[in-house]
Nanobody
């Protein structure tokens, strides 16, 4: 069982930066696949990024080169550094976790493959 609590959302002008954090309650945090999804009302959830237990990362094309996902296993914390924010990045951002299976993580393209979700933190980018 993993509980996830996001923080760091807020309002920012286009071109600005924000860093999201996700505190995880688990004694085996370092073994989990971790990721971020986002959702705009009326639209499906969109995978943003994932980080594997070994530190390898995957990003959605829409955020490549602007967002960086990282994890601090000593602090049981996941981060999402968001730079060069655009109006279309406005969304509720969710931290997700899932156990790796034989070293593999769920795809960031399908939200239903992730079992644990945080409550979300709102990011609003004004143009």
């Amino acid at each position: 069982q993993v509980q996830l609590v996001e923080s760091g959302g807020g309002s920012v002008q286009a071109g600005g930066s924000l860093r999201l954090s996700c505190a995880a309650s688990s004694n085996s945090y370092s073994t989990y696949c971790m990721g971020w999804f986002r959702q705009v009302p009326g639209k499906e959830r969109e995978g943003v990024a994932l980080i594997r237990p070994d530190g390898r990362t995957t990003y959605a094309d829409s955020v490549k080169g602007r967002f960086t996902i990282s994890r601090d296993n000593a602090k049981n914390t996941l981060y999402l550094q968001m730079n060069s924010l655009k109006f279309e990045d406005t969304a509720m951002y969710y931290c997700v976790a899932e156990r790796s299976t034989f070293g593999f993580c769920p795809t960031v393209k399908i939200s239903s493959t992730w079992h644990y979700w945080g409550q979300g933190t709102q990011v609003t980018v004004s143009s």
